[in-house]
């Protein structure tokens, strides 16, 4: 299905069908007559968008329905076809490229991940082709249009990537290079607004509206949910200070994963015998390290839980959000940092509102991908 053209015909048509396959989508009509009665539209228009689905192979007649109160003709019943089309969702980050190919429901069927190597500018562009050629030969299905979360300020009406520093992309029209070689349209944001996405979307239960990834990597992002919509003004938070009375360090001086291990490595001298010394340490070596009780890891950990408890405290003083989700390779950290992260805010916040929060570690990598494959559906068919 094309996106929306400039005559305003083609936009409305394209709004009701993207409104008639959601209805089918989410259940909340089977038939035509209870598709004009839910959306207003007339029968006959209704019956015209309907085939024009069902050309499409969006949309499947199946059986027949029972018959209204008054009796006569049972109504044909409409199904959805998940696999009709397919969806390749892209996540670029300081390390990789992760992607994944999806049906329309959101169902993966193949993953991709390349190591970006300190790739930037045209070698990152190029290892993100390479990541989406290798789920292209695995196609299924017509390719229906592809999504793309990027780190950085993005511009996500325009598909423009603003500014990325890691990557060293600035102002790189990445929606229109991708859509040039692959013939679909593309959809690009923000990855970490992209994460919030995909978890409200996917790995949340319906008791959370209000949801925030705060995603460390080389840099500090946060993406926001707020009533089932995804808001595009996330992006970096790291510039904040901890303390800006006493000038105390940036977010990105303590959270981001280079401070981290240096940070560690600092304090394993400070605890001679250590096991946190030596200079390839790795987050799942700082879990083993605090499970062991080593007294240098035990201490990382409850700098990492207050600094982090502090960003957590003003986004909950702000937003009100019901979830968290801490997302990046950090969350190999586990349980234990989200404990000290929780009894942290404790004592920040009034138990009414620091109570109310759920926690919850997640790889920002496959969030991302996933989010990616929500946005591209969510913009290409109306249905999320």
């Not at 991940?113 to 082709?129: C, F, I, S």
């Not at 919030?196 to 949801?211: C, F, G, K, P, S």
Request: hydrophobic share 45%; aromatic share 4%.
């Amino acid at each position: 299905m094309k996106r929306g053209g400039k005559a305003t015909h083609e936009q409305l048509r394209e709004h009701n069908l993207h409104l008639l396959l959601r209805a089918v989508y989410s259940g909340v009509a089977n038939n035509r007559a209870a598709l004009a009665q839910h959306t207003g539209l007339a029968k006959p228009t209704v019956s015209e968008l309907v085939s024009e689905l069902i050309r499409l192979g969006l949309l499947a007649e199946g059986g027949h329905g029972q018959s209204g109160e008054s009796g006569g003709k049972r109504p044909r019943l409409l199904e959805f076809v998940p696999t009709a089309r397919q969806v390749i969702g892209v996540s670029v980050d300081s390390y990789q490229v992760s992607g994944v190919l999806a049906n329309l429901d959101g169902a993966l069927v193949a993953r991709h991940v390349a190591d970006l190597e300190g790739a930037q500018e045209q070698d990152a562009l190029d290892v993100l082709r390479q990541v989406i050629n290798a789920l292209i030969a695995q196609l299924d299905a017509p390719l229906l249009c592809l999504g793309v979360g990027v780190p950085g300020v993005v511009d996500a009406e325009q598909g423009i990537v603003r500014s990325s520093p890691h990557l060293l992309w600035r102002e790189l029209p990445l929606s229109e290079r991708l859509q040039e070689a692959y013939g679909a349209p593309v959809y690009t944001a923000n990855s970490t607004e992209l994460a919030a996405m995909a978890q409200y979307t996917y790995d949340t239960d319906e008791t959370v509206r209000n949801l925030v990834t705060i995603l460390i990597n080389h840099n500090i992002e946060i993406g926001i949910a707020l009533g089932g919509a995804v808001y595009h003004h996330g992006s970096d938070i790291g510039c904040l200070r901890l303390d800006p009375a006493t000038g105390e360090g940036s977010l990105e001086a303590y959270l981001t994963a280079p401070a981290i291990k240096r940070r560690a490595q600092e304090l394993a001298q400070q605890f001679p015998g250590s096991v946190l010394a030596g200079s390839s340490l790795s987050y799942l070596d700082m879990r083993r390290a605090e499970q062991l009780g080593d007294e240098a890891a035990r201490q990382l950990y409850d700098e990492l839980g207050s600094h982090l408890a502090r960003v957590c405290a003003w986004v909950i003083a702000l937003l009100r959000p019901d979830h968290i989700t801490i997302a990046g390779p950090v969350k190999t950290l586990g349980e234990p940092l989200i404990e000290r992260v929780r009894a942290q805010v404790a004592s920040l916040l009034p138990l009414d509102s620091a109570g109310q929060v759920s926690y919850s570690l997640a790889d920002s990598a496959s969030l991302s991908a996933v989010g990616a494959v929500a946005n591209a559906l969510q913009r290409e068919l109306g249905i999320w």
